[in-house]
């Protein structure tokens, strides 16, 4: 097979090679600005939902600790009186040590 040149077409000049590269390089580059302008708007979105669920977090984490600090009060205060029964002046009978259980 005889390999020849097709002298019947027109040759191309070096500007429409110029100007074809130009235009892919375009296209190509603003791809990327469009994808990372895209991923920049998922990440945005992406840190308020994980902000959000962080503030509900902590909303619910204040409550359970106040719920708990309240029941160790209480706790510490029968304790307390407990202790103070225990070590009184006079000798405790039965009915002093289970008096303050049956205030609750």
């Known amino acids: 097979m005889e390999v020849h ?4 077409t027109e040759r ?4 429409h090679y110029f100007w074809e590269f130009l235009m892919l390089f375009l296209a190509v580059f603003c791809g990327f600005l469009a994808e990372n302008q895209r991923e920049h708007m998922v990440e ?7 902000a959000k669920r962080l503030l509900s977090d902590l909303g619910e984490d204040s409550v ?3 719920k708990r600090i309240g029941r160790l009060e ?3 205060k029968k304790y307390s009186d407990f202790l103070s029964v ?8 039965s009915f002093d040590i289970l008096r303050p259980s049956l205030s609750y």
């Open 86 to 93: 225990m070590t009184g002046p006079h000798p405790s009978s």
């Open 5 to 8: 040149a097709h002298t019947h």
């Open 74 to 76: 209480e706790r510490k």
């Open 44 to 50: 945005h979105k992406r840190e308020e939902k994980f």
């Open 12 to 15: 191309k000049k070096w500007t």
């Open 64 to 66: 359970f600790l106040n």
